[in-house]
């Protein structure tokens, strides 16, 4: 997902966390047996056992860690925590914590580069590789936005450990960059490239502002879904109506006359 100080921009971040993070309470950690390296080759189900692919059991172990990360960040503040109290927690080794995550921020963020992906290759599909459009735009955020409101709980949780942690508003605003830089690429019509066209840097240098100005709407949006308990259709269409205003020029009042989103 796109983050910036204080709010998740939309542009999304896909985090598909499992009913389960919502279910625990973060006030009595799990108590877990720690294991070595290598999980079990066999998960329970109810129909018995099954046997799990080496690719399962990886992915099995990077979410277990995100859940665990997730749930002592909460309880006790991210700086507060250890990388040793995750991997103790997930029942899993400091070792094993670092195969999966480069240092205790990327734990915060497990999908960041999963959804960069996931956004280039949507819009690619939408743009088949020229400069995406407002409309291409548009179009990707009505397939994933709704998939992101779904976790309202989970972010406005890690909004608030986020907004206790210098570090974290760091590492955020980085991520955010990068972002930037992704819809700039998407914009110029040089995703598949590498988003820099050397011939025509002025053409970089005004796919970057039109990025920046997309993603501060949609950063604004989503503190608006934050703060002012807004549904998640609201922020939705809320969404859409700042990219129209940005597309269609705000005007010399800059102001709306009417709020055009019901809140809850």
Do not use: C
Request: glycine share 6%; charged share 25%; no cysteine.
């Amino acid at each position: 997902m796109l983050y910036v100080h204080r709010v998740p921009v939309a542009i999304v971040r896909l985090v598909f966390w499992p009913p389960s993070v919502n279910s625990v309470s973060v006030t009595a950690p799990l108590v877990v047996e720690r294991i070595d390296e290598v999980m079990d080759s066999t998960r329970s189900t109810e129909a018995g056992t099954q046997p799990v692919s080496r690719s399962g059991q990886v992915a099995e172990t990077r979410r277990r860690l995100a859940e665990a990360a997730h749930r002592l960040f909460v309880a006790r503040g991210f700086d507060a925590v250890t990388i040793d109290d995750i991997a103790a927690e997930a029942g899993t080794s400091r070792r094993t914590f670092f195969r999966h995550f480069p240092k205790k921020e990327s734990a915060v963020f497990p999908d960041d580069q999963t959804t960069q992906r996931f956004f280039r290759e949507a819009i690619l599909r939408e743009t088949g590789g020229l400069p995406a459009k407002m409309s291409n735009l548009k179009n990707v955020l009505r397939e994933i936005l709704p998939i992101y409101l779904m976790n309202a709980e989970v972010m406005a949780e890690r909004r608030r450990f986020i907004d206790q942690s210098m570090t974290l508003m760091a590492h955020e605003q980085m991520i955010t960059l990068g972002w930037r830089d992704t819809i700039a690429a998407a914009i110029s019509g040089k995703l598949a490239s590498g988003g820099i066209d050397q011939e025509r840097p002025a053409s970089t240098r005004e796919a970057r502002i039109a990025a920046g100005a997309i993603s501060g709407a949609l950063v604004e949006t989503f503190w608006a879904w934050y703060d002012e308990g807004l549904t998640s259709e609201a922020a939705q269409e809320m969404s859409f109506v700042a990219l129209d205003r940005l597309e269609f020029g705000f005007g010399e009042d800059l102001l709306l006359r009417n709020d055009p989103v019901k809140r809850v």
